[in-house]
């Protein structure tokens, strides 16, 4: 884990390196902001505020001095962007899975032979100043799950639901369970989620799935795993947010 204590120089540092299955990485922090781009393979990543999966071809902002967890799913190819905060006064400050342009997952790969005592005006700088830019633009995705911590109740239910993704849960059973109105928990939801009951519960099945499918588990059985009645419905769910089928994400998993 680097830039734990350390400052960084000349504005960014780009890495490669490789996660085994299983691999983890114990609650840390940096002081420099991250980008970790994925090649293949899939990361989850947690902190006090909930979850991010980190797809293929994806890439995740986690500000400087922001907590986290790892995780490794498969095998992960990753690059890293390590960033000064101060960099660019327009940096994200909170955690998200981010859209990687082609251009930018280029511009990464030439940051790796960039030291970090590059020449002024030159090529490297030229390089570092685009990655910034490229920053500014690239778009945020629905790859997290939140967690309630401020309300014990919901925060017990949402481990229930997704101790039991299979379960063909509504609104009207997390009602029951916490034993107040569909539209008092709807309400809970929005306040300490900020979302729907059924935007948190596609997202809770979609994390999962995506993990299934890394772990080898085929497209028949991952959709039943996580409450869809059928591989079509599944499969339109699943390319609507991910933008691959599951089948062709599986083989992307793997390349």
Same mark, same amino acid.
């Given at each position: 884990m680097y830039f734990q204590s350390e400052s960084i120089h000349g504005g960014l540092k780009a890495l490669a390196y490789c996660y085994f299955h299983g691999d983890t990485e114990p609650p840390h922090s940096h002081t420099t902001a991250q980008l970790l781009h994925t090649l293949h393979g899939l990361l989850r990543i947690e902190t006090e505020k909930g979850s991010w999966i980190v797809p293929p071809g994806r890439g995740l902002w986690i500000p400087a001095g922001m907590t986290h967890s790892l995780r490794a799913n498969g095998t992960v190819q990753v690059k890293t962007l390590f960033i000064d905060p101060f960099a660019r006064a327009d940096l994200p400050n909170e955690?998200?899975? %981010? +859209?990687?342009?082609? %251009?930018?997952r280029e511009l990464i790969l030439a940051a790796i032979n960039i030291p970090q005592d590059y020449p002024k005006g030159?090529?490297?700088?030229?390089?570092?100043?685009?990655? %910034?830019? +490229? %920053?500014? +633009?690239?778009?945020a995705l629905d790859f997290y799950v939140p967690v309630p911590h401020e309300d014990s109740g919901l925060k017990a239910i949402c481990e229930k639901i997704s101790s039991r993704l299979e379960h063909p849960w509504s609104l009207t059973d997390a009602a029951r369970m916490l034993g107040i109105s569909e539209r008092s928990v709807s309400r809970k939801y929005h306040l300490y989620l900020g979302l729907s009951f059924g935007e948190w519960l596609r997202r809770q099945r979609l994390s999962r799935s995506l993990e299934l499918l890394s772990s080898g588990l085929n497209v028949m059985d991952t959709s039943l795993a996580v409450g869809y009645d059928s591989p079509g419905a599944f499969s339109t769910m699943f390319k609507s947010r991910v933008g691959l089928s599951p089948t062709d994400y599986v083989l992307l998993s793997k390349d």
């Open positions: 955690c998200q899975v %981010l +859209e990687v342009t082609p %251009l930018l030159g090529k490297e700088e030229r390089i570092v100043e685009l990655i %910034l830019d +490229e %920053l500014k +633009e690239i778009s």
